[in-house]
């Protein structure tokens, strides 16, 4: 028998039966949906995550000083551990907030105190006017690099290099301004005002450098520029005797919390996927159920079509088509109503949500699979039926 | 074309064993007509199994054109069915959900024949039994007469050697019997070799050559057996039987 023959009979079958067929779908339907659903939300979540990590820069260590007891690390310090044991440029920040003002109107400002090193360490980008040069501070001169919403707050618009602001108690002349990254996520630039951090550290009395992000050549090298960064550090500041614990510092590094969000998200993706398989399992025992049901209801009709001539493959093909059938085309509602829902999900939950190729091709193969092995126990029953004793059945 | 040596087949009913054929040996030979008439459990429908390829033997030999099929295997018996022997069955046996055209066409599917062939000789058959006009119909829109006729088109339809005709009349009014077995001696007429199986001597009497069976072994040929002599002796045993029930 050819195949096109053995499908056109198997569908038949199925559509003279279409509540049955379609009740027996709705486990491989429910069971693809779930996993689909559950699998895409965590990916697009990961994605989502992993895109501000790496806003926030790769092969780059962040230093924070905790100790309130520590002593003075100066410029000098740091510029002496650029460019050795695998480091990079070293930014040094003072931090601060105060509010911008001018003309009555007011902006509140995150002040970031920096050398021009923090433009390639951050990879800051200015679209306007320039940003903060070494003679700015060796100067100290009082220049704003601003955030375009502080621009737009003070001034309407971005346009605004050479106007002037006033803000903690001095007034500022604007020679840059920031690219708008128009999120509200930490990482936004819009409301930071760089200044130099010769001019910070007069302004906010602040003379130690508590915080310092420093890059490191390559992501091959942030395991040695950590551990020269664990002895300068080390020297400079004593450690809390009594609790081991609490160094006085700590060193962020991008990268160690990316891997291991990536594989939290990984485990988690293969979890839920993993639970909503189950529903596909329960899926496929409908399926063989039904399966059975119905080489039982059709034992006469097995017992005709073996008198006058077919095969055992030929009835195993049948019925091995019909299961596989439901299971596939089951397989493809629920893709399909998975991709959907996605969609809808992502408009509202504000996330780059979608159905992946390899999560479909997953799914798919999946219920092709469903199908026969859970269909090729009733084909194979339906095929063994001796014909003699398939006739007589009423 | 069928031979038959000392073939036997026994069932274990309920802890009893049954010969259903008890060393029966018949010969029929290519293009005949041959009723084997027997009361219910006389082991005709056994017979008509094992001539039909769809039971086996315990004993004995069985030839089908010169060939000994005790030892095929189930594909070879399989291929057997299709291409060597029509069934005609009492209870009709078409598939429901297919009408009488797809119905027709079934055995030749499962030979891998082609579509335009197929339907072609699919209506041919349905021509020569006389249905034409009825093939797109399903069973359950047709006479008992004709849906018996629709499986006489799919029996010849593969032009087999041999037509089996398992108490083709049992469920038919006298008409359609009467149209039936017309029919099935048209095709003795053109060539088949037609093989009946009935317990009616009426419907026997159709055929050339008339076999009873009684306990899975033949007591009468007429081939061989004078049938006027044997139909006497059988009238008279039944007779004194009857007598002997009245006292």
């Not at chain 1, 360490?121 to 306007?128: E, L, M």
């Not at chain 1, 990482?187 to 930071?192: P, Y």
């Not at chain 2, 009349?169 to 037609?194: F, P, Q, W």
Request: charged share 20%; net charge neutral.
């Amino acid at each position: 028998m050819k195949l096109t023959q053995a499908v056109k009979m198997a569908f038949s079958a199925i559509l003279s039966n279409k509540m049955r067929s379609f009740l027996t779908m709705l486990g491989i339907i429910i069971g693809v949906l779930s996993v689909t659903l559950l699998v895409g939300i965590v990916q697009g979540a990961t994605d989502s995550v992993t895109a501000q990590l790496q806003g926030l820069g790769g092969n780059k260590l962040m230093v924070s000083i905790t100790s309130p007891k520590a002593t003075y690390i100066t410029l000098e310090d740091l510029t002496n551990l650029q460019n050795k044991d695998g480091l990079g440029l070293i930014a040094p920040t003072i931090q601060g907030a105060d509010k911008a003002k001018v003309d009555g109107k007011i902006s509140a400002a995150s002040i970031s105190g920096v050398t021009d090193a923090a433009q390639i360490v951050d990879g800051i980008t200015v679209v306007n006017g320039r940003f903060i040069q070494q003679s700015d501070n060796q100067n100290r001169l009082n220049v704003a690099v601003v955030g375009a919403k502080i621009a737009k707050d003070l001034f309407g618009h971005t346009d605004v290099v050479g106007s002037s602001f006033t803000m903690l108690g001095r007034s500022f002349e604007i020679v840059g301004v920031l690219k708008e990254d128009g999120t509200t996520s930490m990482s936004s630039q819009d409301s930071t005002v760089y200044i130099p951090i010769s001019t910070a550290s007069r302004l906010m009395n602040q003379t130690s450098i508590r915080s310092f992000n420093a890059a490191t050549i390559s992501s091959g090298t942030v395991d040695q520029g950590k551990t020269a960064l664990e002895n300068f550090l080390g020297s400079k500041i004593k450690a809390s005797s009594d609790n081991s614990e609490d160094k006085g510092y700590t060193i962020f590094n991008m990268g160690d919390i990316l891997s291991a969000f990536d594989s939290i998200m990984g485990t988690m993706s293969l979890l839920l996927g993993g639970i909503a398989s189950i529903s596909l399992i329960v899926g496929g025992i409908g399926i063989m159920n039904i399966m059975l049901v119905s080489v039982t209801e059709r034992t006469r009709e097995i017992g005709i079509r073996k008198a006058i001539g077919a095969q055992h493959s030929d009835i195993l093909i049948q019925f091995l088509i019909e299961a596989v059938s439901i299971s596939i085309t089951g397989g493809l509602i629920g893709m399909l109503m998975g991709a959907g829902l996605l969609q809808v999900l992502s408009s509202i939950m504000d996330l780059q949500l979608h159905l992946s190729v390899s999560v479909s091709a997953l799914a798919l193969g999946f219920s092709l699979a469903i199908g026969v092995i859970f269909g090729i126990y009733p084909a194979n029953k339906a095929a063994k039926l001796k014909p003699i004793d398939a006739l007589r059945y009423e | 074309m069928i031979e038959l040596k000392k073939i036997s087949k026994t069932y274990i009913l309920g802890g009893d064993t049954v010969h259903a054929v008890d060393e029966l040996t018949l010969t029929i030979e290519e293009h005949e007509f041959v009723a084997i008439i027997g009361a219910s459990g006389s082991g005709k429908s056994t017979l008509m199994n094992i001539i039909g390829c769809l039971d086996t033997i315990d004993e004995g030999q069985y030839l089908l054109r010169g060939q000994d099929i005790s030892s095929y295997t189930d594909r070879q018996m399989s291929t057997l069915r299709n291409r060597e022997i029509g069934f005609v069955f009492q209870q009709f046996n078409l598939l429901q959900k297919l009408t009488a055209l797809e119905n027709v066409e079934l055995p030749l599917i499962y030979q891998g024949m082609g579509l335009s062939q197929r339907k072609k000789r699919s209506v041919e058959a349905l021509v020569r039994v006389g249905l034409e006009s009825r093939m797109h119909h399903r069973p359950n829109q047709l006479s008992g007469g004709q849906q018996q006729r629709v499986a006489i088109a799919r029996a010849i339809v593969t032009r087999p050697a041999l037509i089996l005709a398992d108490e083709p009349t049992g469920n038919l009014d006298s008409r359609s019997s009467k149209e039936i077995l017309e029919l099935l001696h048209e095709l003795y007429e053109a060539g088949n070799t037609v093989l009946l199986i009935t317990h009616d001597i009426h419907t026997a009497s159709e055929a050339k050559r008339r076999v009873r069976l009684v306990d899975g072994r033949i007591v009468m040929d007429s081939k061989y057996d004078d049938e006027a002599a044997y139909l006497a002796e059988e009238e008279r045993a039944e007779k004194m039987h009857r007598e002997a029930m009245k006292i």
